[in-house]
């Protein structure tokens, strides 16, 4: 199975690591595409270096790398050798999937950002992840879209509406609680769950409802009666 996962300039850089190292696990074949503020915010939100002290300025170090130092810190927090996936440059219009003649199976944007949302929404191939999205749509694969922005505007609700009716699957950055999470990746692990199945992946990271441990449906059942409900 063929998937392109692409990482947009919108918090939650997380997911999109956590959905290409559960690929790659799956041994698909991976190909990223990151934009140039995703990098920053992976930079920011996973981090190269120390946070400076206050009134100082960062210094990011991820940004400024080459493609190969960047691939290489990708496999470091995928926890998969470099040669498990593809990373193609951002403005590299010659890839296979900008053509229809040769689309992924499926394309993810992990996290996707309401103007990366907003273009693929009206048909902007202003970008090469813009363009691959454009084809993935057209050529009727799967497209899954994980906004993570709040609140939102009616721009965005027209904009997703727009995408929903043009095939593609939209599925927030909202985690589920039923599963009582302990940690943040659990929470993260929820999300990248119900991505993966979009695309026809179980990746066995969460339980299903109705699958919980005896302990979690009676806290569940305990927690329902105290809302008084």
């Not at 503020?37 to 002290?53: S, V």
């Not at 210094?59 to 040669?83: H, I, N, V």
């Not at 999300?191 to 339980?207: K, N």
């Amino acid at each position: 199975m063929k998937v392109l996962l692409g990482i947009s300039g919108a918090s939650g850089a997380v997911y999109g690591v956590r959905t290409g190292e559960a690929l790659c696990s799956r041994g698909v074949d991976l190909h990223l595409i990151v934009t140039a503020t995703a990098w920053e915010i992976l930079d920011q939100e996973i981090g190269t270096g120390k946070i400076p002290p206050p009134g100082t300025t960062r210094r990011s170090r991820l940004p400024g790398m080459g493609l190969p130092g960047r691939k290489r810190w990708l496999a470091e927090r995928m926890s998969a050798p470099p040669g498990a996936f593809h990373l193609h440059a951002e403005g590299d219009f010659t890839i296979p999937f900008t053509s229809g003649s040769n689309p992924p199976d499926a394309m993810i944007i992990a996290p996707c950002s309401m103007g990366m949302l907003g273009r693929i929404a009206h048909g902007v191939s202003s970008s090469v992840l813009s363009r691959c999205a454009d084809v993935v749509l057209k050529e009727r694969r799967t497209l899954v879209v994980v906004p993570r922005e709040t609140p939102l505007s009616i721009i965005h609700l027209e904009n997703m509406l727009a995408l929903a009716r043009a095939g593609a699957d939209i599925l927030p950055a909202s985690p589920g609680f039923y599963h009582r999470p302990a940690t943040v990746g659990e929470m993260v692990d929820f999300v990248v769950s119900r991505i993966l199945q979009r695309i026809g992946i179980d990746a066995g990271l969460t339980g299903k409802w109705g699958e919980a441990s005896e302990p979690s449906k009676k806290g569940n059942r305990a927690g329902r009666r105290g809302t008084g409900s």
